[in-house]
């Protein structure tokens, strides 16, 4: 029997991703689409996965033998600070409705993507898949961080009771192509992308908030994108996988500024506001158990993947998640 793969959000930054390298990759090379593989990019649009009944539907439509899950209420610091049982709330009952309609359908596997949130705000760095459950996570977003969470618990208890094959992904922080470049609520790379283009534009300063010093681990969509591939073919253990660049390949916020000023050849003013809150400084993650697991595997150089970052922003500025523009 053909399978049928069901991406849920698969009209976000991974979801888009994944749908680039199956478009590009050599069919029947370890990335690429196998002969006869069906892939479903489903969008919000399509159902709101919230609802129990539209899910349903969903996984009638489509019939999936296997689901990569990326579907979730997301946003910024500030909206997760005010709206914390929302987040909670939205993101349970998606889980839930996809893990449950899962099993109900009999899917052979399901892979749902997490977030480094999951890890507990005061623990021994680096960051590895044991520690997930090993305190609270931080307070500034709690709802959103523990909804993840729970889906390993839901994992293993779907596997305990019905021998369901499911399991989870973490990433560390991802940009790439198709991203959210929203000012109110875009992650580092995007917000700043933006803001370079917008300080461009008006030929006015380029800001950067903080001091350009925390450490951040990026992974390029692209190479994320391959990574949850190969989980779906090779990969079958409840415990979840960090999907991540290994931690001497951390860079500063300043570096990131850089090269960003380069890719977009900006010539104006570059600045940096040490007055402005800067997060965390460094939160790394161990990928041993992922190159224990897949072996080779060659990420992209962060300079090249951010070059092709920004120029799909300005290829597709007028139809990029750009929210309201502002400098």
């Not at 610091?77 to 889980?95: C, D, E, H, P, W």
């Not at 399991?167 to 790379?189: C, K, M, R, W």
């Not at 951390?250 to 090269?259: F, N, P, R, S």
């Not at 809150?277 to 992209?300: D, H, M, V, Y």
Request: charged share 25%; glycine share 6%; proline share 5%.
């Amino acid at each position: 029997m053909a399978s049928i793969v069901l991406v849920t959000g698969g009209s976000g930054l991974v979801g888009k991703a994944i749908e680039y390298v199956i478009a590009t990759e050599p069919i029947g090379s370890r990335f690429g689409k196998k002969q006869g593989e069906n892939w479903i990019f489903a969008k919000s649009s399509e159902a709101d996965l919230r609802d129990a009944e539209q899910t349903r539907l969903l996984y009638e439509k489509y019939k999936p033998t296997h689901v990569i899950h990326l579907a979730a209420v997301v946003g910024g610091v500030y909206k997760n600070m005010k709206a914390n049982s929302a987040f909670l709330r939205s993101n349970i009952l998606i889980n839930e409705n996809i893990l449950y309609h899962a099993h109900t359908h009999h899917v052979q596997k399901v892979i749902s993507c997490l977030s480094t949130c999951v890890f507990p705000d005061k623990v021994e760095y680096p960051l590895d898949e044991t520690k997930i459950h090993l305190g609270l996570p931080h307070p500034s977003n709690f709802g959103y961080s523990h909804s993840k969470r729970l889906v390993d618990i839901q994992n293993r208890a779907y596997r305990e009771e019905f021998g369901c094959n499911f399991t989870s992904a973490i990433p560390t922080s991802v940009f790439g192509p198709n991203d959210n470049y929203d000012l109110e609520d875009a992650h580092v790379i995007p917000a700043l992308i933006h803001r370079c283009y917008l300080a461009k534009k008006n030929n006015a300063p380029f800001v950067v908030a903080g001091t350009g010093k925390p450490l951040r681990q990026f992974i390029y969509s692209r190479d994320l994108a391959k990574l949850f591939i190969w989980m779906l073919r090779e990969y079958d253990d409840v415990e979840p996988v960090i999907l991540s660049v290994s931690e001497d390949e951390e860079i500063t916020v300043k570096q990131v500024a850089d090269a960003i000023v380069k890719a977009m050849e900006f010539k104006c003013t570059y600045t940096f506001d040490t007055s402005r809150p800067e997060g965390q400084f460094r939160k790394p993650a161990s990928n041993k158990k992922l190159l224990s697991l897949i072996g080779e595997f060659e990420f992209t150089p962060f300079e090249i993947a951010l070059k092709q970052s920004v120029d799909w922003f300005l290829e597709n500025y007028d139809n990029a998640r750009i929210g309201q523009p502002f400098p």
